[in-house]
């Protein structure tokens, strides 16, 4: 079956540490993948794309790594901060007739202690 | 900042009633998603449209929900007769097929809270 696994747990770090969050798929060939941030009660916000044929893509303090041999990307905030702490979710850009279909995974909880 | 906006934000209604969400995409966005979010369930893909064309609303219980867009500035996502299961928060995206650009993701709205009681 089709799936999209983010660690249910909720990851707990100090402030000034690098978070690592995992997203992996199973019986998908994404296009693209996104990562998003959820803060309760809102949206979620676009942070990160990475295409298919790319292997890490950087932004400011955030890096997404994407191996479709593992099928496996990795999400890194460094230098984290108590304002990180969010929810985050990875999203699979899915190749259909006409487009692209983007899916989401049950996203991860990430807490920064000060 | 161009938003994505969803009405109402909040709606509570009794089982069998008709329930109508709205959406209005940024100007000039040719893809628009509905999401519906629950604990349980996280992000589920309702339905989603390019260039105002339904693509794909497999993830839609086709006997009760149904979704529009008579224009480019306005989705609609109806839910008749609505039932306590339905209780989520449904979100609407928007932005540019991948076709246009492969950099950016999607802008959502805050959300219509719905309650089913």
Redesign the interface.
Not at chain 1, 42 to 47: A, D, H, Q, T
Not at chain 1, 96 to 107: N, R
């Given at each position: 079956s089709q799936k999209i696994e983010q660690n249910s747990e909720a990851l707990n770090i100090q402030e000034g540490k690098t978070a690592t969050l995992t997203c992996n798929y199973t019986n998908y060939s994404p296009?693209?993948l996104?990562w998003?941030r959820q803060d309760p009660g809102?949206?979620?916000?676009?942070?990160l794309?990475i295409?298919e044929n790319e292997k890490e893509k950087r932004k400011e303090r955030l890096k997404v790594t994407f191996d479709t041999t593992l099928k496996q990307s990795l999400f890194h905030i460094t230098a984290s901060q108590p304002a990180d702490s969010a929810t985050y979710?990875c999203?699979l850009?899915i190749r259909?007739?006409?487009?692209?279909?983007?899916?989401?995974?049950?996203?991860t909880r990430l807490f920064v202690k000060a | 900042d161009a938003r994505v906006t969803q009405t109402p934000r909040d709606k509570v209604t009794e089982m069998g009633q008709e329930v109508t969400m709205r959406c209005q995409p940024i100007l000039g966005h040719n893809t628009v998603f509905w999401y519906r979010q629950t604990m349980m369930q996280g992000l589920e893909l309702l339905a989603y449209f390019r260039n105002r064309a339904p693509l794909d609303d497999s993830g839609m219980p086709k006997d009760r929900f149904s979704a529009e867009m008579p224009d480019a500035t306005l989705a609609t996502l109806k839910i008749q007769p609505s039932e306590p299961r339905d209780s989520a928060v449904y979100f609407c995206a928007s932005g540019l097929d991948r076709l246009k650009t492969n950099n950016y993701g999607y802008t959502f709205g805050s959300g219509t809270r719905l309650t089913v009681v």
């Open positions: 296009a693209y996104q998003y809102r949206g979620p916000v676009f942070l794309l295409r979710l999203a850009d259909q007739s006409g487009g692209f279909k983007t899916i989401f995974g049950a996203g | -």
